[in-house]
């Protein structure tokens, strides 16, 4: 399960938008033709249930001012298991398959958020001073 929503969060999207560049353009065919969901990204149809509760509960999370987001609430997980009468064992299964979509997402999201700061600090390199061949303004303290 981890593995297709995975899928859904890096990948659908580019190869939605190549399956619908392949129908407008031809030549475009052979790049869609790539863009297939792994075998191991599929979801069993045993998982509905949890795909289904995470997507309703992702958005009940607490959210940072300076950003980052913590797990679904244990509360609710509980009223939304409540609510559709899982109870005992099968809770135990839902609260753990559900948090498991959850981590998921959650490493999602701090990649994400990596790869922005690299990026802009990239950005920053770039623009301070200049870009000058690997060179730096900055004198070492060996040279002093």
Not at 19 to 37: I, M, S
Request: charge should be negative; hydrophobic fraction near 35%; charged fraction near 30%.
């Amino acid at each position: 399960m981890r593995a297709a929503l995975r899928y859904e969060l890096e990948q659908k999207g580019t190869d939605d938008w190549l399956a619908e560049l392949a129908e407008e353009d031809p030549d475009a065919a052979e790049f869609a033709a790539q863009a297939e969901r792994p075998d191991e990204a599929s979801l069993p149809f045993w998982a509905e249930t949890y795909w289904r509760a995470w997507h309703a509960l992702r958005f009940d999370r607490q959210y940072g001012a300076m950003g980052g987001e913590s797990p679904i609430t244990f509360l609710s997980i509980d009223a939304y298991a409540r609510r559709y009468g899982i109870c005992g064992v099968e809770f135990e299964t839902f609260l753990a398959l559900v948090g498991g979509l959850d981590e998921e997402y959650l490493e999602h999201v701090a990649r994400e958020a990596r790869k922005e700061r690299e990026a802009e600090d990239n950005r920053k390199r770039m623009t301070e001073g200049g870009y000058h061949g690997g060179s730096s303004s900055v004198v070492s303290p060996s040279h002093l």
